[in-house]
Every structure is written in structure tokens, then in C-alpha cells.
């Protein structure tokens, strides 16, 4: 027998606590405790955090937003170009062209009031040949559609004038893209969410669940365990969470933990696939550039592109190598390989060296590896955000966030108004 609901922080308490102190053994289903939630938030990604921040705080629910790694924003959010987008490559009317110009707008708005630090340094795409031209226009023009301001063809000279070490033929100028530090912008809004209520469980993994009734119910366990599990027994959960509301944004996992979830029909949720990128830096010198610059597009990503943090150091990518044979506990726990192969260095150069010719050999250091959650493989083009409620899939109180790969630290507090939306509604 559930008992009446506890305030969030005796939840977080109690998950912890029972993760903790749970036997081992293997458990009957009618001996698995069971603890009462409001919301339930699955990933401490940006996107959750801004989820969780928007249900506390605009709403004033009880949040409790689990994960299993042992701190907030672990995965993609933290390994990213920590571009502020302004909305150009996406096609009109969709999620991603929705999201990104009006999460850009809340953005910079959070930002700049809550002492985020963020910089407003502008864009230049560059076209190279004769045939990337075309393609320049294109994107101009898709911007417009989506609402972008202030976009500009240049001519070569132009650019070149702004960027000395740049070569190009044309280039489109996009003055609202930008760069903030992820890190702190997740600091404040777990800060935020957490000063109205929220908590946050790490080392909490949820393995599945089952809709018994009109409730969905959601099994859990402790990192520690899964961790170890044998890959051949049964996952056994440690503790039954059953919410009111649960928002699945586990990024990288999404897709997994959606297909343990008995009463889900699978014919909604999409394949997985992975785009792993590397970055590297550039050592020993001063900024070649004072704003973003990036290729045109290319399949899977948005090509080895110049991007610059707050301190102006220079880092280049990502890449795209598509990687497979990634099963559901080691995406669960964040087991990919995320090291850099100095190696793939020897790709960058001449790619680099399209648009900046300067660059000598041997100045490009290792820096860290991001990994994109694909709802596309590769040669199959790009995909659009998919965002789950009941209308979709027929379970009161569910969305599933499906692909959120870029631009989705820029349209996170979009999404999240999104999905508080079809929650509430």
C-alpha cells in the first residue's frame, strides 16, 4: 500500500537511501518498494535541467529528476561546440527550426540575467568553390524562413577583411550565433530548479517500466548494480518509482530505456544511431579568428567548423565516425569511448585548411570527443527532434525526447516550454 506523497527532497532521500541499502538478491516483483513521485525527469542533461526548471519553477511542481552518472551533465551537453545557434540550417516548420530561434531568444535572456557568462561573437559560413555557393544561398535563405535576423552575404574580400586569416569565395554572415559557457549555464539552472524544489539522484539508473492502469510505473536501480550485472540474469530494479508526470530526456539512452518500457508500443520509437566527433585545439598561438566559422554542411554534421571559447581558445571540429554496436546497459551507463585518436589529426588538416591555410603542421592538439544521438545513419540525411506525448503513443503523462543532438543546447528551454506544455495542457 503507497503511502500519501512525500515532498520531493524526503523522494530524493528515500531513492537514495533504499539504492544504498537494497539487498542484492534478487527481488520478488511484490517485494520491490515503491515510492510515490509528482514529476519524474529521466537525464540530467541540459535539456533536463531546463525541463525540470520550467515544471518547478513556472509551475511549481515537485521534480526529481534522476541520472546515472554521478553529476549533472555528463554526456552531450558537456561535450559539444557550445555554439548558441541562431536557427539557419533547418528546414522550415520544423521542431529543430522552431526550437533553436526561440530557445536562442530565451537563451540569451537567461544569460544575461542570471550573469551566465555568454558572448554575442556572430558566424560566418563560407563557401570555398564555385559549387558550395549555391548552397550558401540556400542556407540564407532557409534562415529567413525561420525568422533569422541580420543575415548578409558577403563576398570574399569582404569576409576576409573581417577574418585576415580566412580564405573564402562568399560567406553568409549570421551576427546573432554565439557561444556560452555550458557549464555554468547548467550550474544555474540546476541552482534554480533546485531553490524551487527540485532534487537530483545520481548514480540512479532506470532500467524500465510498465503501465499498470493509467499509471506509468518506473523501475530503477543503483549504477553500482548495473554495473556489475553479469549481462545474462534478469535486470532486477531496486525500487519502483510511480510518477504523474515523466519526461524521458536521457539523450544518448532515450531510445533504450523507451523500449523497456512495457506498454510502449515499439513501433514509435526510432532506431538509434551514433555520429562520434572529435575536437582539437590549437596550441602555442593566438587566436587566428574572432568569430565562428564554419564549412558548409555535410552528412551527419555541420562540418570541422572554428569555434572559440569565453578564454578565445580555438578549437576545431567535430568530425563525424559512426559507430554501432552499442547495447542499452552501456548507453544506460554512459560506456562509450570517448577518448581522442590523435590520428584522425591527419583529416583535419586539409579540411581546415580550406578556409584556414595558415595552419601549420603539428599545431593541432588533442581535445575531447562528443557523441551525437542520431535518429539517422549515415548517406539517410538528416532528422528532425521527435517529441512523444499521449497523442503519439496513447500513455497520459509521458514525452519522450527522441535525437536531441544540435542545435539542442541552444533549444533546450524551448523544448522544455514544449514539453510542459503537453504535460499540463
Known amino acids: 500500500m503507497l503511502g500519501t506523497m512525500k515532498p520531493t527532497n524526503s ?162 554572415w549570421s551576427p546573432s550565433s554565439g557561444i556560452v559557457d555550458s557549464h555554468s549555464l547548467m550550474l544555474s539552472l540546476v541552482g534554480e530548479a533546485e531553490s524551487h524544489g527540485t532534487t537530483f539522484s545520481y548514480n540512479t539508473v532506470v532500467i524500465g517500466g510498465h503501465v499498470e492502469g493509467s499509471q506509468i510505473q518506473i523501475h530503477v536501480s543503483g549504477s553500482n548494480a548495473i554495473a556489475n550485472w553479469n549481462g545474462r540474469s534478469e535486470l532486477d530494479s531496486e525500487l519502483v518509482l510511480i510518477p504523474k508526470l515523466v519526461v524521458n530526456s536521457a539523450g544518448l539512452s532515450a531510445p533504450a530505456i523507451a523500449k523497456r518500457m512495457k506498454g510502449l508500443p515499439d513501433s514509435i520509437i526510432p532506431a538509434s544511431h551514433y555520429a562520434r566527433g572529435c575536437y582539437f585545439t590549437l596550441s602555442n598561438t593566438k587566436s587566428p579568428f574572432k568569430h565562428l566559422i564554419y564549412p558548409i554542411p555535410e552528412v551527419g554534421g555541420l562540418g570541422v567548423h572554428v569555434t572559440l571559447d569565453l578564454n578565445g581558445q580555438v578549437k576545431f571540429g567535430p568530425d563525424v565516425e559512426w559507430i554501432g554496436g552499442i547495447d542499452d546497459i552501456p548507453s544506460f551507463l554512459n560506456m562509450f569511448d570517448y577518448s581522442v585518436r590523435e590520428d584522425r589529426a591527419k583529416q583535419f588538416y586539409p579540411e581546415i585548411r580550406k578556409y584556414y591555410p595558415g595552419l601549420k603542421d603539428g599545431s593541432l592538439e588533442p581535445g575531447y570527443v562528443g557523441i551525437r544521438p542520431k535518429l539517422s545513419g549515415p548517406e ?46
Do not use: W
Request: glycine share 10%; aromatic share 4%; hydrophobic share 40%.
Open 11 to 172: 523522494i530524493a532521500k528515500a531513492v537514495s537511501h533504499k539504492l544504498k541499502n537494497i539487498s542484492r538478491t534478487p527481488l520478488s516483483s511484490s517485494s520491490i518498494p515503491k515510492e510515490k513521485v509528482d514529476c519524474l525527469v529521466i537525464g540530467a542533461g541540459v535539456v533536463g535541467i531546463a525541463v525540470a526548471k520550467e515544471l518547478s519553477v513556472k509551475h511549481g511542481r515537485e521534480v526529481l529528476v534522476v541520472d546515472s552518472a554521478p553529476t549533472f551533465g555528463t554526456g552531450t551537453s558537456s561535450r559539444n561546440s557550445e555554439v548558441i545557434h541562431a536557427g539557419i540550417y533547418y528546414p522550415p516548420n520544423s521542431l529543430k527550426a522552431f526550437f533553436c530561434v526561440r530557445g536562442k531568444e530565451l537563451l540569451n535572456k537567461y544569460c544575461k540575467d542570471h550573469e551566465v557568462p555568454y558572448k554575442q561573437i556572430g558566424k560566418l559560413i563560407v563557401a570555398n568553390g564555385l559549387s558550395e555557393i549555391p548552397k550558401l544561398s540556400a542556407l540564407m535563405t532557409r534562415g529567413i524562413q525561420n525568422g533569422v535576423e541580420g543575415l548578409r552575404m558577403m563576398e570574399g574580400y569582404e569576409a576576409m577583411t573581417l577574418e585576415p586569416e580566412l580564405q573564402c569565395l562568399k560567406a553568409l
Open 380 to 425: 539517410e540525411g538528416p532528422t528532425d527532434f521527435v517529441v512523444q506525448g499521449e497523442d503519439i503513443h496513447g500513455i497520459s503523462g509521458l514525452v519522450n525526447l527522441f535525437g536531441i543532438e544540435s542545435p539542442g543546447l541552444t533549444s533546450s528551454m524551448a523544448i522544455a516550454e514544449n514539453v510542459a506544455a503537453k504535460l499540463l495542457k
